[in-house]
Protein backbone atom coordinates (compact mmCIF):
# COMPACT_ATOMS: atom_id res chain seq x y z
CA UNK A 1 0.00 0.00 0.00
CA UNK A 2 1.36 3.29 -1.06
CA UNK A 3 2.31 5.73 2.00
CA UNK A 4 -0.28 8.12 2.40
CA UNK A 5 -0.10 11.70 1.25
CA UNK A 6 -1.12 14.48 3.22
CA UNK A 7 -4.27 16.68 1.45
CA UNK A 8 -5.55 20.45 2.47
CA UNK A 9 -8.57 18.18 3.84
CA UNK A 10 -6.62 16.56 6.72
CA UNK A 11 -7.33 17.71 10.13
CA UNK A 12 -4.49 20.07 11.72
CA UNK A 13 -2.98 18.42 14.48
CA UNK A 14 -4.12 19.45 17.95
CA UNK A 15 -1.67 21.68 20.15
CA UNK A 16 -0.32 20.12 23.45
CA UNK A 17 -2.78 21.68 26.19
CA UNK A 18 -0.54 23.98 28.17
CA UNK A 19 0.56 22.78 31.80
CA UNK A 20 -0.71 25.01 34.46
CA UNK A 21 1.89 27.12 36.08
CA UNK A 22 3.36 25.89 39.13
CA UNK A 23 1.98 28.44 41.91
CA UNK A 24 4.80 29.42 44.96
CA UNK A 25 3.86 31.57 47.55
CA UNK A 26 7.36 32.38 49.91
CA UNK A 27 6.03 34.62 53.27
CA UNK A 28 9.35 35.97 54.62
CA UNK A 29 9.14 38.68 58.46
CA UNK A 30 12.80 40.24 58.13
CA UNK A 31 14.69 41.21 54.91
CA UNK A 32 17.29 38.51 54.93
CA UNK A 33 14.61 35.72 55.33
CA UNK A 34 13.17 37.42 52.33
CA UNK A 35 16.13 37.13 50.27
CA UNK A 36 16.57 33.58 51.77
CA UNK A 37 12.96 32.78 51.11
CA UNK A 38 12.73 34.01 47.34
CA UNK A 39 15.94 32.55 46.39
CA UNK A 40 14.93 28.94 47.68
CA UNK A 41 11.99 28.82 45.98
CA UNK A 42 13.83 29.52 42.47
CA UNK A 43 16.35 26.79 43.42
CA UNK A 44 13.33 24.33 44.10
CA UNK A 45 11.99 25.00 40.87
CA UNK A 46 14.79 25.34 38.48
CA UNK A 47 14.01 22.49 36.54
CA UNK A 48 9.80 23.00 36.60
CA UNK A 49 10.58 26.30 33.54
CA UNK A 50 12.32 26.28 31.02
CA UNK A 51 14.51 29.67 29.74
CA UNK A 52 10.84 30.50 27.80
CA UNK A 53 9.46 30.82 31.36
CA UNK A 54 7.91 34.22 30.77
CA UNK A 55 5.92 33.02 27.90
CA UNK A 56 4.33 29.99 29.84
CA UNK A 57 6.14 27.05 28.54
CA UNK A 58 9.32 26.16 26.97
CA UNK A 59 10.35 23.64 23.99
CA UNK A 60 10.58 21.03 26.23
CA UNK A 61 7.26 21.36 28.15
CA UNK A 62 8.69 22.49 31.28
CA UNK A 63 6.63 23.96 33.80
CA UNK A 64 6.17 27.60 34.50
CA UNK A 65 6.45 28.92 38.34
CA UNK A 66 4.68 31.84 39.37
CA UNK A 67 5.92 32.99 42.46
CA UNK A 68 4.01 35.05 44.58
CA UNK A 69 5.88 37.27 47.35
CA UNK A 70 3.98 37.87 50.80
CA UNK A 71 5.84 39.65 53.71
CA UNK A 72 4.25 39.07 57.45
CA UNK A 73 3.22 42.21 59.47
CA UNK A 74 5.51 43.11 61.75
CA UNK A 75 8.76 44.82 63.53
CA UNK A 76 11.54 43.77 61.08
CA UNK A 77 8.82 44.09 58.00
CA UNK A 78 11.60 44.83 55.62
CA UNK A 79 11.14 48.63 53.37
CA UNK A 80 11.09 49.13 49.96
CA UNK A 81 14.81 50.12 50.13
CA UNK A 82 15.63 46.56 51.82
CA UNK A 83 14.15 44.73 49.38
CA UNK A 84 15.44 46.47 46.48
CA UNK A 85 19.07 46.10 47.71
CA UNK A 86 18.58 42.39 48.74
CA UNK A 87 19.58 42.00 45.09
CA UNK A 88 18.24 39.98 42.30
CA UNK A 89 15.46 37.08 43.28
CA UNK A 90 13.16 36.67 40.37
CA UNK A 91 9.98 38.43 42.06
CA UNK A 92 9.21 42.21 41.32
CA UNK A 93 9.85 43.90 44.75
CA UNK A 94 6.65 46.41 44.01
CA UNK A 95 4.28 43.29 43.65
CA UNK A 96 5.65 41.73 47.40
CA UNK A 97 2.46 43.12 49.83
CA UNK A 98 2.24 42.84 53.72
CA UNK A 99 -0.20 40.44 55.05
CA UNK A 100 -0.91 39.56 58.58
CA UNK A 101 -1.35 35.76 59.49
CA UNK A 102 -4.53 35.54 59.34
CA UNK A 103 -4.36 37.39 55.90
CA UNK A 104 -1.49 35.07 54.88
CA UNK A 105 -3.51 31.79 55.58
CA UNK A 106 -6.91 33.51 53.85
CA UNK A 107 -4.83 33.69 50.87
CA UNK A 108 -3.01 30.32 50.75
CA UNK A 109 -7.20 28.93 51.24
CA UNK A 110 -7.92 31.32 48.12
CA UNK A 111 -5.20 30.67 45.69
CA UNK A 112 -4.51 27.10 45.94
CA UNK A 113 -0.23 27.60 45.83
CA UNK A 114 0.94 24.23 44.78
CA UNK A 115 4.49 24.79 47.34
CA UNK A 116 4.69 27.74 50.36
CA UNK A 117 8.07 28.46 51.59
CA UNK A 118 7.83 29.74 55.20
CA UNK A 119 11.03 31.96 55.68
CA UNK A 120 10.40 32.78 59.09
CA UNK A 121 11.70 33.04 62.34
CA UNK A 122 10.64 29.23 64.27
CA UNK A 123 7.50 30.74 66.28
CA UNK A 124 6.41 32.13 63.17
CA UNK A 125 6.85 28.77 61.50
CA UNK A 126 5.54 27.37 64.09
CA UNK A 127 2.02 29.54 64.05
CA UNK A 128 1.60 29.06 60.34
CA UNK A 129 1.79 25.15 60.13
CA UNK A 130 -1.30 24.55 62.93
CA UNK A 131 -3.55 27.44 60.95
CA UNK A 132 -2.86 25.58 57.48
CA UNK A 133 -3.33 22.49 59.41
CA UNK A 134 -6.90 23.53 60.90
CA UNK A 135 -7.50 25.09 56.96
CA UNK A 136 -8.25 21.24 56.43
CA UNK A 137 -7.50 22.30 52.83
CA UNK A 138 -8.61 19.39 50.38
CA UNK A 139 -5.80 19.80 48.57
CA UNK A 140 -2.70 21.39 50.34
CA UNK A 141 0.70 22.70 49.59
CA UNK A 142 3.70 21.23 49.64
CA UNK A 143 5.12 23.40 52.79
CA UNK A 144 8.77 24.07 52.83
CA UNK A 145 10.85 26.01 55.56
CA UNK A 146 14.51 26.23 56.81
CA UNK A 147 17.02 28.53 58.04
CA UNK A 148 19.18 31.60 56.57
CA UNK A 149 22.33 31.01 58.01
CA UNK A 150 24.42 29.33 60.43
CA UNK A 151 22.48 27.75 63.40
CA UNK A 152 24.49 28.74 66.58
CA UNK A 153 21.78 28.83 69.11
CA UNK A 154 19.03 27.43 69.98
CA UNK A 155 18.76 24.94 67.94
CA UNK A 156 16.54 22.65 70.18
CA UNK A 157 14.05 24.98 70.21
CA UNK A 158 14.04 26.04 66.43
CA UNK A 159 13.95 23.01 65.35
CA UNK A 160 10.75 21.94 67.02
CA UNK A 161 9.04 24.97 66.20
CA UNK A 162 9.73 23.75 62.61
CA UNK A 163 8.74 20.34 63.04
CA UNK A 164 5.96 19.42 60.62
CA UNK A 165 6.83 20.83 57.45
CA UNK A 166 7.51 18.45 54.15
CA UNK A 167 10.73 19.69 53.89
CA UNK A 168 13.17 21.41 56.48
CA UNK A 169 16.31 22.49 54.53
CA UNK A 170 19.71 22.01 55.91
CA UNK A 171 22.27 24.45 54.85
CA UNK A 172 25.06 21.85 55.18
CA UNK A 173 26.11 18.16 55.77
CA UNK A 174 26.93 19.44 59.24
CA UNK A 175 23.76 20.64 59.72
CA UNK A 176 21.30 17.92 58.21
CA UNK A 177 23.22 15.42 60.81
CA UNK A 178 22.53 17.84 63.91
CA UNK A 179 18.91 18.30 62.41
CA UNK A 180 18.03 14.84 62.36
CA UNK A 181 19.37 14.02 65.61
CA UNK A 182 17.65 16.30 67.73
CA UNK A 183 14.17 15.00 65.73
CA UNK A 184 15.30 11.67 66.65
CA UNK A 185 16.33 12.37 70.10
CA UNK A 186 12.75 13.70 70.95
CA UNK A 187 10.70 10.66 68.95
CA UNK A 188 9.67 13.08 65.97
CA UNK A 189 9.84 12.43 62.52
CA UNK A 190 13.04 13.17 60.62
CA UNK A 191 12.90 12.49 57.39
CA UNK A 192 11.63 16.26 56.19
CA UNK A 193 15.71 17.07 57.06
CA UNK A 194 17.16 17.49 53.57
CA UNK A 195 20.60 18.89 52.46
CA UNK A 196 20.73 21.28 50.53
CA UNK A 197 22.87 24.81 50.64
CA UNK A 198 22.29 28.48 51.37
CA UNK A 199 20.59 29.73 48.47
CA UNK A 200 22.69 32.60 47.82
CA UNK A 201 26.12 31.70 47.66
CA UNK A 202 27.29 32.51 43.81
CA UNK A 203 29.47 35.10 42.27
CA UNK A 204 32.85 34.68 40.64
CA UNK A 205 35.64 33.25 42.08
CA UNK A 206 38.21 35.67 44.10
CA UNK A 207 40.53 37.00 41.44
CA UNK A 208 43.44 39.55 43.32
CA UNK A 209 44.08 42.77 40.88
CA UNK A 210 47.10 44.68 40.78
CA UNK A 211 46.09 47.89 42.55
CA UNK A 212 43.42 46.91 44.34
CA UNK A 213 43.44 46.32 48.53
CA UNK A 214 40.18 46.18 50.28
CA UNK A 215 39.64 44.97 53.57
CA UNK A 216 35.72 44.76 54.34
CA UNK A 217 33.99 44.06 58.02
CA UNK A 218 30.78 42.47 57.96
CA UNK A 219 28.79 43.94 60.79
CA UNK A 220 25.91 41.76 62.09
CA UNK A 221 22.74 43.83 63.99
CA UNK A 222 23.07 42.02 67.26
CA UNK A 223 26.18 40.90 67.65
CA UNK A 224 28.36 42.20 69.79
CA UNK A 225 25.78 43.48 71.66
CA UNK A 226 27.19 45.74 74.32
CA UNK A 227 28.11 49.60 73.63
CA UNK A 228 31.97 49.04 74.48
CA UNK A 229 32.13 45.34 72.17
CA UNK A 230 30.89 47.65 68.81
CA UNK A 231 33.00 50.58 70.23
CA UNK A 232 36.16 48.39 70.53
CA UNK A 233 35.33 46.84 66.96
CA UNK A 234 34.80 50.30 65.40
CA UNK A 235 37.97 51.47 66.92
CA UNK A 236 39.97 48.25 65.80
CA UNK A 237 38.66 48.89 62.23
CA UNK A 238 39.57 52.66 62.29
CA UNK A 239 43.11 52.02 63.45
CA UNK A 240 43.36 49.44 60.88
CA UNK A 241 42.60 52.08 57.59
CA UNK A 242 45.26 54.35 60.01
CA UNK A 243 47.82 51.73 59.91
CA UNK A 244 47.37 51.02 56.00
CA UNK A 245 46.14 54.12 54.41
CA UNK A 246 46.56 52.79 51.09
CA UNK A 247 44.09 50.19 52.07
CA UNK A 248 40.36 50.47 51.12
CA UNK A 249 38.57 49.94 54.52
CA UNK A 250 35.05 49.28 54.42
CA UNK A 251 32.25 48.73 56.78
CA UNK A 252 29.54 47.00 55.54
CA UNK A 253 26.12 47.76 56.98
CA UNK A 254 22.79 45.99 57.07
CA UNK A 255 20.34 48.71 57.70
CA UNK A 256 20.09 52.54 58.05
CA UNK A 257 19.13 53.77 61.76
CA UNK A 258 15.34 53.48 61.66
CA UNK A 259 15.04 50.05 59.93
CA UNK A 260 15.27 46.78 61.19
CA UNK A 261 16.76 43.22 59.88
CA UNK A 262 16.35 39.54 60.83
CA UNK A 263 17.82 41.05 64.58
CA UNK A 264 17.26 44.18 66.40
CA UNK A 265 19.91 46.64 66.20
CA UNK A 266 20.09 48.99 68.85
CA UNK A 267 23.54 50.54 68.65
CA UNK A 268 23.72 51.19 65.00
CA UNK A 269 27.51 51.49 63.72
CA UNK A 270 26.94 54.85 61.94
CA UNK A 271 25.97 56.36 65.01
CA UNK A 272 29.39 55.34 67.01
CA UNK A 273 30.94 56.33 63.89
CA UNK A 274 29.99 59.49 64.34
CA UNK A 275 31.83 59.98 67.78
CA UNK A 276 35.27 58.28 66.65
CA UNK A 277 38.08 60.58 68.05
CA UNK A 278 39.80 62.64 65.48
CA UNK A 279 37.39 61.36 62.82
CA UNK A 280 37.25 58.89 60.52
CA UNK A 281 40.33 58.20 57.99
CA UNK A 282 40.07 59.30 54.19
CA UNK A 283 40.22 55.32 53.26
CA UNK A 284 38.00 54.41 55.42
CA UNK A 285 33.84 54.33 54.32
CA UNK A 286 30.27 52.87 55.42
CA UNK A 287 28.82 51.05 52.35
CA UNK A 288 25.62 49.25 52.24
CA UNK A 289 23.98 47.57 49.35
CA UNK A 290 23.79 43.87 48.17
CA UNK A 291 26.93 41.29 49.68
CA UNK A 292 27.84 39.63 46.33
CA UNK A 293 28.52 43.41 44.72
CA UNK A 294 30.29 44.47 47.74
CA UNK A 295 32.30 40.95 47.37
CA UNK A 296 33.29 41.38 44.10
CA UNK A 297 35.95 44.02 45.07
CA UNK A 298 36.75 42.06 48.64
CA UNK A 299 40.79 40.98 49.21
CA UNK A 300 39.93 39.93 52.63
CA UNK A 301 36.20 39.83 55.10
CA UNK A 302 36.38 40.44 58.46
CA UNK A 303 33.60 39.16 60.57
CA UNK A 304 32.75 37.77 63.83
CA UNK A 305 30.08 35.14 62.70
CA UNK A 306 28.28 36.83 60.17
CA UNK A 307 26.97 34.28 57.32
CA UNK A 308 28.68 36.57 54.54
CA UNK A 309 32.14 34.51 55.67
CA UNK A 310 30.28 31.69 54.16
CA UNK A 311 29.46 33.82 50.89
CA UNK A 312 33.33 34.69 50.79
CA UNK A 313 34.60 31.18 51.77
CA UNK A 314 32.40 30.10 48.85
CA UNK A 315 34.28 32.88 46.43
CA UNK A 316 37.25 31.67 47.83
CA UNK A 317 38.16 35.02 49.29
CA UNK A 318 40.58 35.39 51.84
CA UNK A 319 38.42 34.92 54.95
CA UNK A 320 38.65 35.84 58.76
CA UNK A 321 36.53 35.58 62.04
CA UNK A 322 37.86 37.82 65.26
CA UNK A 323 38.45 36.33 68.13
CA UNK A 324 39.29 39.73 69.91
CA UNK A 325 36.28 39.22 71.85
CA UNK A 326 36.43 35.77 72.86
CA UNK A 327 35.08 32.42 71.15
CA UNK A 328 31.79 32.53 72.33
CA UNK A 329 28.84 30.84 71.79
CA UNK A 330 26.67 34.26 72.36
CA UNK A 331 28.80 35.99 69.78
CA UNK A 332 28.37 32.93 67.00
CA UNK A 333 32.10 32.49 66.50
CA UNK A 334 32.19 28.83 67.81
CA UNK A 335 30.74 27.79 64.51
CA UNK A 336 33.90 28.37 63.48
CA UNK A 337 36.51 26.22 65.90
CA UNK A 338 38.19 23.71 63.38
CA UNK A 339 37.73 26.04 60.50
CA UNK A 340 41.22 28.07 60.51
CA UNK A 341 39.88 31.07 60.08
CA UNK A 342 39.34 32.60 64.32
CA UNK A 343 42.28 35.30 63.95
CA UNK A 344 42.83 38.51 66.26
CA UNK A 345 43.09 41.82 64.50
CA UNK A 346 46.45 42.34 66.29
CA UNK A 347 47.74 39.17 63.37
CA UNK A 348 45.29 40.71 60.66
CA UNK A 349 47.01 44.70 61.38
CA UNK A 350 50.38 42.48 60.45
CA UNK A 351 49.15 41.23 57.69
CA UNK A 352 48.25 37.65 58.62
CA UNK A 353 45.97 35.61 56.10
CA UNK A 354 43.95 32.85 57.73
CA UNK A 355 43.66 29.63 55.73
CA UNK A 356 40.43 27.52 55.68
CA UNK A 357 40.65 24.09 56.69
CA UNK A 358 39.70 22.00 53.58
CA UNK A 359 37.79 19.24 55.58
CA UNK A 360 35.56 21.86 58.19
CA UNK A 361 34.65 23.40 54.35
CA UNK A 362 33.46 20.13 53.11
CA UNK A 363 31.21 19.87 55.39
CA UNK A 364 29.61 23.47 55.89
CA UNK A 365 27.66 23.63 52.65
CA UNK A 366 30.09 26.43 51.11
CA UNK A 367 30.97 24.25 48.14
CA UNK A 368 34.11 26.08 47.23
CA UNK A 369 35.00 23.17 45.26
CA UNK A 370 32.40 23.24 42.39
CA UNK A 371 29.39 21.14 43.95
CA UNK A 372 27.02 24.20 44.24
CA UNK A 373 25.22 23.57 41.11
CA UNK A 374 23.75 20.03 42.61
CA UNK A 375 23.44 21.06 46.00
CA UNK A 376 19.63 21.34 45.34
CA UNK A 377 19.22 18.09 43.70
CA UNK A 378 17.88 16.68 46.63
CA UNK A 379 15.40 19.02 47.76
CA UNK A 380 14.06 19.36 44.12
CA UNK A 381 13.30 15.98 43.85
CA UNK A 382 11.40 16.07 46.86
CA UNK A 383 9.32 18.55 45.89
CA UNK A 384 8.72 17.43 42.95
CA UNK A 385 7.68 13.70 44.51
CA UNK A 386 5.42 15.01 47.06
CA UNK A 387 3.89 17.34 44.53
CA UNK A 388 3.37 14.48 42.37
CA UNK A 389 1.66 12.11 45.52
CA UNK A 390 -1.46 13.46 44.83
CA UNK A 391 -2.69 13.26 48.24
CA UNK A 392 -0.28 15.00 51.02
CA UNK A 393 -0.54 13.82 54.33
CA UNK A 394 -2.42 16.03 57.31
CA UNK A 395 0.18 18.52 58.68
CA UNK A 396 1.67 16.91 62.12
CA UNK A 397 3.83 19.53 63.75
CA UNK A 398 5.73 17.82 67.05
CA UNK A 399 3.84 20.55 69.07
CA UNK A 400 0.74 20.32 69.99
CA UNK A 401 -2.45 21.32 72.39
CA UNK A 402 -1.67 18.01 74.43
CA UNK A 403 2.58 17.79 73.91
CA UNK A 404 3.09 21.63 74.48
CA UNK A 405 -0.05 22.93 76.72
CA UNK A 406 2.16 25.28 78.36
CA UNK A 407 4.24 26.58 75.14
CA UNK A 408 2.51 26.69 72.10
CA UNK A 409 -0.99 28.45 72.61
CA UNK A 410 1.52 31.48 73.22
CA UNK A 411 3.44 31.22 70.28
CA UNK A 412 -0.49 30.67 68.17
CA UNK A 413 -1.53 33.27 70.04
CA UNK A 414 0.98 35.97 69.01
CA UNK A 415 -0.35 35.31 65.51
CA UNK A 416 -4.06 35.82 66.62
CA UNK A 417 -4.72 32.43 66.35
CA UNK A 418 -6.53 30.06 69.05
CA UNK A 419 -4.72 26.90 70.18
CA UNK A 420 -6.73 24.57 67.51
CA UNK A 421 -4.73 26.77 65.08
CA UNK A 422 -7.97 28.91 64.22
CA UNK A 423 -8.17 32.73 63.93
CA UNK A 424 -9.41 34.14 67.25
CA UNK A 425 -12.18 36.43 67.26
CA UNK A 426 -11.59 39.77 65.76
CA UNK A 427 -8.52 38.59 63.86
CA UNK A 428 -9.80 38.42 60.20
CA UNK A 429 -9.86 41.61 58.58
CA UNK A 430 -12.82 42.98 57.38
CA UNK A 431 -13.42 43.38 53.64
CA UNK A 432 -12.17 46.87 52.29
CA UNK A 433 -14.72 48.33 49.99
CA UNK A 434 -13.47 51.19 48.01
CA UNK A 435 -9.87 52.30 47.51
CA UNK A 436 -10.13 55.58 50.00
CA UNK A 437 -10.89 53.48 52.66
CA UNK A 438 -8.40 50.62 51.79
CA UNK A 439 -5.48 54.05 51.38
CA UNK A 440 -6.98 54.98 54.93
CA UNK A 441 -6.18 51.31 56.31
CA UNK A 442 -3.04 51.19 54.41
CA UNK A 443 -1.88 54.65 55.97
CA UNK A 444 -2.85 53.76 59.75
CA UNK A 445 -0.66 50.78 59.17
CA UNK A 446 2.25 52.39 58.20
CA UNK A 447 2.26 54.43 61.41
CA UNK A 448 1.72 52.04 63.56
CA UNK A 449 4.46 50.16 62.36
CA UNK A 450 6.53 52.86 62.17
CA UNK A 451 5.47 54.41 66.23
CA UNK A 452 6.52 50.23 66.62
CA UNK A 453 9.87 50.32 65.51
CA UNK A 454 10.89 53.66 66.95
CA UNK A 455 9.63 52.27 70.35
CA UNK A 456 11.61 48.88 69.67
CA UNK A 457 15.08 50.77 68.48
CA UNK A 458 15.08 53.82 70.14
CA UNK A 459 12.56 54.02 73.26
CA UNK A 460 13.08 50.17 74.78
CA UNK A 461 16.98 50.81 74.82
CA UNK A 462 17.00 53.72 76.66
CA UNK A 463 14.89 52.41 79.43
CA UNK A 464 17.20 49.11 79.48
CA UNK A 465 19.83 51.25 80.41
CA UNK A 466 17.70 53.60 82.95
CA UNK A 467 17.01 50.11 84.47
CA UNK A 468 20.80 49.35 84.68
CA UNK A 469 22.19 52.39 86.61
Given at each position: ??????????????????????????????????????????????????????????????????????????????????????????????????????????????????????????????????????????????????????????????????????????????????????????????????EAALPFLGGAPYRAEEGRDTVVFAAQPSVPASRADRTYLLRRLVEHARLHPRREVLLKLRSKPGEHTTHIEELPY????????????????????????????????????????????????????????????????????????????????????????????????????????????????????????????????????????????????????????????????????????????????????????????????????????
Amino acid sequence: MPPRTSNAADPAPTPAEPRPALRVAVLADSDTRWKWGALTARRLTAGAAGPAEAAGEDERGARPVEVSGLLLRGRATPTPRQLAEVGEVGIDAEKVREVTAVEFLHTVRDERYDVVVLALVGGGVQAMLHGLAALDLERRPVIVTGYVGVVYEKLADGLLLRHGADVVLANSAHDAERFRAVYEGVGADASAVTEAALPFLGGAPYRAEEGRDTVVFAAQPSVPASRADRTYLLRRLVEHARLHPRREVLLKLRSKPGEHTTHIEELPYQKLAQKVPGGLPPNFRLVYGHMGEVLDRTDLLVTVSSTAALESLHRRIPTAVLTDLGVREPLGNHHFVGSGLLTSWDRLDGGYRPRPDGQWLAGQGVAADGSYSTAYDTARAKVAALLDSGQLLPLAPYYTPATAPGYLPGILARHHLAPDGTPLPGAAAPQETGRVRGAVRETVRNAARGAYRHGVQRVAPVIRRMGEL
